[in-house]
C-alpha cells in the first residue's frame, strides 16, 4: 500500500517562515505535487518536484530527496492568508494515473 | 474560463435512495477521477478514468459506480447510498502523460445520508 506522512497541524508567526514536511512510502513514483486547501474550498495546484532539488516559485519553495522519500514545503513570509492545510500528494503511474493524497497539514499564521 | 463543475453542490438524501453527482470538465483533459475528503482522512481517491470508457478503482470504490461515455463528462453514481457516504466529494481532471499534470479540481459537493 502507499503511505503519505505529514504533520496534522502546525502554527507560525506572520513574516515568518515554515517548512512542513512530507515523508512517503510508494509502490511507485513519477512525480510528488503540493496544493493549498482552504477551509471549505477545493485544493489548488503549489508546486511540483519529480527530480532532486528544490523548486522555487515566489514565496513558495519545494524540495524533494527521491532516495530518501522526503520533500518539504517551504513557506517564506507568511501571510494571514497562508492560513490553510497543505496536502503532499504521490503520482504513482507515468500516465497521470493515481495520486495518493497525505491526510494534510493545517498551517495556522498568527499575527 | 477552464473549469470542473460538480453539481450538486450540496444535497441531503436518504439511506437506499440513488443518486448521482454529475462531474464536466472544459479543459479537454484524458484524466479524470474522484475523490472523497473526510476530517482527519486526507483526500481518498474513489475511481480515476484515464480517458473515455477507460475506468480503475482508486482506494476507496465501495457503495461506488462512475461511468466516462464522454471525454469531457465523468459521473459518480451512489446505486444505495448509506450514512457512511456522508462526505465531501471532490471531482479533478488534468491532462494525460508525462511532465507536471496538475490536477484541476472542481468546487465540492457536500453530501448528507441520514
Known amino acids: 500500500g502507499q503511505n503519505i506522512d505529514q504533520p496534522t497541524e502546525m502554527t507560525a508567526t506572520e513574516g515568518a517562515i515554515v517548512q512542513i514536511n512530507c515523508t512517503y512510502q510508494?509502490?511507485?513514483?513519477?512525480?510528488l505535487f503540493w496544493y493549498q486547501q482552504h477551509a471549505g474550498e477545493a485544493p489548488t495546484f503549489l508546486s511540483y518536484?519529480?527530480?532532486?532539488g528544490l523548486e522555487e516559485k515566489g514565496r513558495f519553495s519545494s524540495f524533494l530527496s527521491r532516495s530518501k522519500g522526503y520533500s518539504y514545503l517551504l513557506l517564506k513570509e507568511l501571510q494571514m492568508k497562508d492560513s490553510a492545510s497543505y496536502l503532499c500528494a504521490v503520482r504513482e503511474d507515468t500516465n497521470a494515473g493515481k495520486s495518493t493524497f497525505g491526510d494534510g497539514t493545517t498551517l495556522t499564521v498568527k499575527p | 474560463e477552464a473549469q470542473v463543475t460538480q453539481n450538486p453542490r450540496y444535497l441531503i438524501t436518504v439511506t437506499g435512495k440513488k443518486l448521482t453527482v454529475t462531474c464536466s470538465q472544459n479543459?479537454?483533459?484524458?484524466?479524470m477521477s474522484w475523490y472523497r475528503q473526510d476530517p482527519g482522512l486526507g483526500l481518498r481517491q474513489i475511481y480515476y478514468?484515464?480517458?473515455?470508457?477507460?475506468?480503475d478503482k482508486g482506494d476507496v470504490p465501495e457503495g461506488y459506480k462512475v461511468s466516462r461515455k464522454e471525454k469531457r463528462n465523468f459521473p459518480l453514481i451512489l446505486e444505495s447510498p448509506s450514512p457512511n457516504q456522508t462526505s465531501l466529494y471532490f471531482c479533478?481532471?488534468?491532462?494525460?502523460?508525462?511532465?507536471?499534470?496538475?490536477?484541476?479540481f472542481g468546487a465540492g459537493s457536500r453530501l448528507t445520508v441520514l
Open positions: 479543459m479537454n483533459h484524458e484524466y
Open positions: 478514468s484515464m480517458n473515455v470508457e477507460v475506468t
Open positions: 479533478a481532471s488534468s491532462p494525460q502523460g508525462t511532465g507536471a499534470n496538475v490536477l484541476t
Open positions: 510508494t509502490s511507485g513514483f513519477n512525480g
Open positions: 518536484n519529480v527530480l532532486d
